[in-house]
């Protein structure tokens, strides 16, 4: 399997944040209006917005990864969510996985950066035994995945 980098992962990322991010503020809006934004300079509203957005990415990773292995993002840019051994995730790890993405990410990157091993996994990746591969398209248009780092 050819592991993701970093880079890719990132912008995998970015992605899945601008997207869930868009919908996270359009239901805000439509929910509570523009006053919602507007008492207490906004800084209420931010603040509050933490933990629904955040569990909005949390449904969001886990029903798109566990079903297709694949975000948005992830397909945008080729890149997979697999077990260990190549296969289909349990539902375990992609819930540990997006877990950590979608309410820890800075302390999931930093400490999986600094303990990381040579699979680039964070730690929720390590606790959910799944890793981040990149696709290689074949001539026939069909993704397929080799073991190589």
Not at 77 to 82: F, Q, S, T
């Amino acid at each position: 399997m050819i592991l993701a980098k970093w880079t890719d992962r990132f912008f995998a990322w970015i992605v899945d944040f601008i997207i869930i991010s868009t919908v996270s503020t359009a239901m805000v809006f439509l929910v509570f209006g523009t006053t919602y934004y507007e008492s207490d300079g906004g800084i209420w509203a931010e603040n509050t917005q933490y933990i629904p957005a955040s569990a909005l990415f949390l449904a969001y990773w886990i029903i798109l990864e566990y079903k297709t292995g694949q975000s948005i993002g992830k397909k945008i840019l080729n890149l997979k969510v697999v077990s260990l051994k190549g296969g289909k995730p349990s539902l375990k790890g992609i819930i540990l996985s997006s877990f950590g993405k979608s309410f820890l990410l800075p302390i999931d990157v930093i400490v999986g950066r600094i303990l990381t091993n040579q699979k680039r996994q964070r730690i929720f990746n390590k606790l959910g035994d799944t890793i981040i591969i990149k696709i290689k398209e074949r001539e026939d248009g069909s993704g397929t995945a080799h073991l190589k780092d």
